[in-house]
């Protein structure tokens, strides 16, 4: 590690259609956000470990030698290919003093740690004494994937401390990506991270965070769209906590309960991705406004399929209601029961339009925002190009 330590980040992301149903093998399309996570890692008090969380609110501190001896009591355990067992997760929530039923955000993030910290090291050796914090532009729990961003850069940060991967920040640069196989690497136990966190992910949120871009992921499966437009989105956030974790196994209780209802609705989500998909690659890069009638039409279609499914919130139809006064088309976006919402704007939107409907969104209580999509994925950063906002983040924590 160098002598001042390292900043890697990892974007958030924007599901255009597929969340939920690609949690059951059905295709979602995902495009990263020019929102991003940042991790500092750097050489810390000898023989400790140190988080600092403030976007979370934690801060906690362990002994190597304890973490050691808790590694070797539950090495057998860790298997980067199965989800991490209840009985695994309990031992780690014993041992840093997280209730059992924990499901607030700083003992997901502190466990999640945990975890990936010490079947990393169990796998490629011991993770030295680091001091490492964390800082993100994302919102926490609003649908833009902030856990997957979060276990990207953990993922990144503790195989570059183990020596997994590589260091390939060159001298002079400002910023270095990894190779093909370390960002498979990467993703692999990002998506470890998401489980802790998510209970059961479909691992579409960390491909996002990794590859960067716009993509198409089913059952494992990344593929990078071969052409995406520039598209104007307008994200909004409701401000409606919820969680992922919540969601996803609510979605599952009602197939369980309704198959016969349900799953045709979870096709029908998997065809809108593939229009979807077609309309995009068939669009030039520069899109007029002749392109939008069928985008926006999917955008209602799948809302009205995500309510169905149970995942819609009174907080995200005003949303839709408030958009919809201004020509706009808009759905939830990642698990939804409030959340972020995006409102696809054509290219002849005027800005005056977009003032407005911002001006009423706000009116509501909501934030929103235009973002840029199809940021890069993980990345490596020179920690001087960062020093101010890591000397923020040590700041506020
Ligand atoms: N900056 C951060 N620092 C520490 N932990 C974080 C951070 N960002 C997110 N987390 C962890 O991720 C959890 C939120 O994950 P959740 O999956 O519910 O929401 P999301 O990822 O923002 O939305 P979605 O999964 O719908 O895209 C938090 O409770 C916390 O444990
Ligand atoms: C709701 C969901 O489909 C997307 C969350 O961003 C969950 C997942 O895919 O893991
Ligand atoms: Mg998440």
Request: hydrophobic fraction near 40%.
């Amino acid at each position: 590690m160098a002598e001042r330590g390292l900043v890697v980040s990892a974007p958030g992301k924007v599901i255009l259609h597929g969340e939920h149903a690609v949690v059951h093998g059905k295709a979602a399309l995902a495009v990263a956000l020019g929102l991003r996570t940042f991790l500092c890692l750097r050489p810390g008090g000898e023989g400790r470990l140190r988080v600092r969380l403030p976007g979370v609110g934690a801060l906690r501190s362990w002994e190597r030698p304890g973490l050691s001896a808790l590694r070797e009591r539950l090495g057998a355990d860790f298997d980067e290919s199965k989800p991490p067992s209840a009985e695994l997760l309990e031992a780690l929530k014993e041992f840093a003093g997280i209730p059992a039923e924990a499901s607030a955000p700083d003992s997901l993030a502190i466990l999640a740690f945990l975890y990936m910290c010490l079947a990393i090291s169990a796998k490629y050796g011991d993770v030295p004494s680091v001091d490492i914090v964390v800082w993100s532009e994302l919102p926490t729990g609003a649908g833009l994937g902030s856990s997957a961003a979060y276990a990207v850069c953990l993922a990144a940060a503790l195989l570059h401390a183990c020596g997994a991967i590589s260091c390939p920040l060159k001298d002079g640069e400002i910023t270095a990506r990894w190779t093909e196989e370390e960002m498979t690497l990467i993703n692999t136990w990002a998506f470890q991270g998401e489980r802790v966190i998510h209970g059961n992910p479909s691992g579409v949120d960390n491909a996002v965070g990794t590859w960067g871009g716009a993509l198409r992921f089913q059952s494992g499966e990344i593929k990078a769209l071969k052409r995406v437009p520039t598209l104007r989105i307008l994200l909004t956030n409701t401000k409606v906590p919820r969680s992922t974790k919540v969601l996803v196994a609510g979605v599952k209780e009602k197939i369980l309960k309704f198959p016969a209802i349900m799953n045709p609705v979870l096709d029908s989500i998997d065809a809108i991705s593939q229009e979807c998909q077609s309309v995009l690659e068939a669009m030039p890069a520069n899109p007029s406004p002749e392109h939008y009638p069928v985008l926006e039409e999917l955008f209602d279609i799948n809302q009205h399929h995500l309510n169905v499914i149970g995942v819609g919130h009174p907080s995200l139809d005003r949303l839709c209601r408030v958009t919809a006064s201004h020509g706009l088309h808009s759905k939830l976006t990642g698990a939804g029961g409030g959340g972020c919402g995006i409102t696809l704007l054509r290219p002849d939107t005027t800005p005056q339009a977009v003032e407005a409907a911002k001006r009423d969104l706000c009116a509501c209580g909501f934030e929103c925002w235009e973002t840029d999509i199809g940021a890069p994925g993980v990345t490596l950063h020179s920690s001087s190009s960062l020093k101010a906002q890591v000397l923020q983040a040590l700041s506020e924590s």
